[in-house]
């Protein structure tokens, strides 16, 4: 099904556009996190062939390495540190165009330049985060910071 998912051709928010109801019914009727999560990297990194897509779930003062597809990850940050403990601790989404301007950016690949990280919320609660991570710098702006946290609501 994965390869049913790649939308190869229209503008970045016409390939959100088209994701959103593909998820929608991966996860409907789905109560396994790890399964939604599971589809929902794979289905991410098909249709925009991100260099990263993964989740980290909150366990503690730390974030734990969830579902992802990619290369090798880091498999805990704790809490304000890189961008995706910082998202976390801010509750808000990061973008970050540069990850070397990042201050205190944490270098699970060095091939990774740019960088987004949604916080996943229930309520107040931050219980992960969804992080994706480009080859090239300026990678992410406000249409992916919408469409993902509208995906990140379905979970």
């Known amino acids: 099904m994965a390869e049913d998912l790649y939308i190869d051709n229209g503008s970045k928010e016409e390939k959100y556009r088209a994701l959103l109801p593909q998820i929608k019914s991966l996860v409907s009727?789905?109560?396994?996190l790890i399964a939604n999560l599971a589809n929902v990297s794979a289905?991410?990194?098909?249709t925009f062939?991100?260099?990263w897509v993964g989740f980290y779930l909150a366990k503690?003062?730390?974030l734990v390495l969830g579902p992802f597809q990619g290369p090798i990850a880091c498999t805990r940050i704790r809490k304000g540190r890189g961008v995706c403990g910082t998202a976390w601790e801010r509750k808000e989404t990061l973008v970050v165009p540069d990850v070397?301007?990042?201050p205190g950016h944490i270098a699970?690949?060095?091939?990774s330049r740019s960088e987004i990280v949604v916080p996943l919320k229930r309520g107040d609660t931050v219980w992960g985060v969804l992080d994706i991570d480009s080859e090239?710098?300026?990678s992410f702006d406000e249409t992916d910071a919408r469409f993902l946290e509208e995906i990140g609501s379905l979970l």
Request: negative net charge.
């Open 29 to 32: 009727g789905e109560d396994d």
């Open 43 to 46: 289905a991410l990194k098909e």
């Open 49 to 51: 062939r991100f260099f």
């Open 60 to 62: 503690g003062d730390e």
């Open 100 to 102: 070397d301007a990042f």
């Open 108 to 111: 699970c690949s060095s091939l």
């Open 136 to 138: 090239r710098t300026d």
